[in-house]
């Protein structure tokens, strides 16, 4: 018997007065269609808990808004859907990068697989977020387990910030791990950076798509999301130069590049696929496919999964080695220039020092000279 038999086979209950707003949904609780969307209350033997409810909701559901839900009702999935609707308001003004609104995506994703959906957030206390610990713990390593922790609390203390749980939780160990522990775990892996040597034979082995991106990597600290999403009209490559705000942070940034980097974009751009989309015709790199680089939600980055395939071809993969970890590089070899200050402003990091403050620039005699010192450093260092 099929479940749509099952469901005209049950006996629904009647109204308990003609006047009850409500009616008896076949999925066992009492309904209500409003606005052409169907809402639900609550089981059939809890007519009076679902007529309170209907009436603290109705008011908000016929103007059209959604409902303020009570602090004892709310589940971890009213909790991610509200989460989440914040976190994409602020995509859309341009506070939240989208590759940050998938990060809370995938948070969201697995909270409600290892609580449930239905789960209340009051009940979840320090023993449930143990053991949700312990499980991500056997998954991934400290940097990773450290990261989901933190986006973790972010949501629950969402919760409590906008009223929809009357206090906060209590997390008790559900902490990312210790200082002492993410120093022992880089000891084990060793640096995380390639040598120059492993540079070259990557930049010899790459076709001419990744090949540019690697090289805008190492000569001026771009990122996975800042390679996939950069446009041509942040290069000039008749001057040889990047202007570029970082769409992580919206730091400016400003960097010279090699005749290298140069001559290895311009061909990456003329062999480009044919974009499938006009509104990725800007973008310097796009798929075979014709599609963004950007990562698409719940899916690994693409970047790093085509960088990957490189590694294992030359046989250079370790553990903790990414195409992002071309940032170390540059910011490895770029410090030895002795302008840290030069270094930052090519990276992309906030500088809230009080000199921060009053700089109003920095001259490009002074990033050329960083940039050359990391040319030397990969190029010369044989």
């Not at 010279?256 to 509104?279: C, H, S, Y």
Request: net charge positive.
């Amino acid at each position: 018997m099929d479940n749509s038999t099952t469901r005209r086979s049950i006996r629904k209950p009647p109204k308990p007065y003609p006047d009850f707003p409500l009616f008896a949904h076949a999925t066992g609780r009492w309904a209500k269609k409003i606005r052409g969307k169907f809402y639900y209350y609550g089981p059939w033997g809890e007519p009076d808990k679902a007529l309170e409810k209907y009436k603290a909701q109705r008011e908000a559901l016929y103007a059209g808004k959604t409902p303020r839900l009570t602090p004892g009702e709310i589940t971890i999935r009213d909790l991610c859907n509200s989460f989440l609707t914040a976190k994409q308001n602020r995509v859309d003004s341009g506070e939240l990068a989208h590759r940050s609104w998938a990060d809370y995506h995938s948070t969201c994703v697995r909270l409600i697989k290892y609580f449930g959906r239905d789960r209340h957030v009051t009940d979840i206390g320090p023993k449930d977020f143990e053991n949700f610990r312990a499980s991500l713990a056997r998954l991934w390593g400290p940097t990773t387990l450290g990261n989901e922790i933190r986006r973790v609390r972010v949501v629950f203390n969402y919760a409590y910030k906008q009223d929809l749980i009357d206090r906060p939780l209590k997390f008790g160990e559900f902490k990312p791990p210790s200082k002492k522990t993410m120093r022992l775990e880089r000891a084990k892996n060793g640096p995380r950076m390639f040598q120059p040597d492993e540079l070259r034979k990557i930049l010899e082995k790459a076709d001419p798509i990744m090949r540019a991106m690697i090289l805008l990597g190492i000569n001026c600290g771009l990122g996975n999301m800042d390679v996939a999403t950069l446009t041509e009209d942040k290069l000039d490559l008749k001057k040889g130069w990047l202007n570029y705000p970082r769409p992580k942070t919206g730091i400016p940034r400003r960097c010279p590049l090699w005749k290298e980097t140069i001559d290895a974009v311009k061909r990456a751009i003329k062999e480009r696929p044919t974009p499938q989309d006009t509104e990725h015709a800007k973008h310097v790199f796009v798929t075979k496919y014709g599609q963004p680089w950007a990562k698409a939600v719940g899916r690994a980055n693409p970047i790093s999964q085509e960088f990957k395939k490189l590694l294992d071809d030359l046989k250079l993969y370790r553990r903790g080695l990414s195409f992002y970890i071309l940032r170390h590089c540059f910011e490895t070899a770029a410090g030895d220039s002795r302008d840290q200050v030069a270094v930052d402003a090519i990276m992309g990091h906030a500088d809230d020092s009080m000199a921060g403050l009053y700089r109003e620039r920095i001259s490009d005699e002074r990033l050329k000279a960083v940039v050359d010192h990391v040319h030397d450093w990969l190029f010369e260092n044989k």
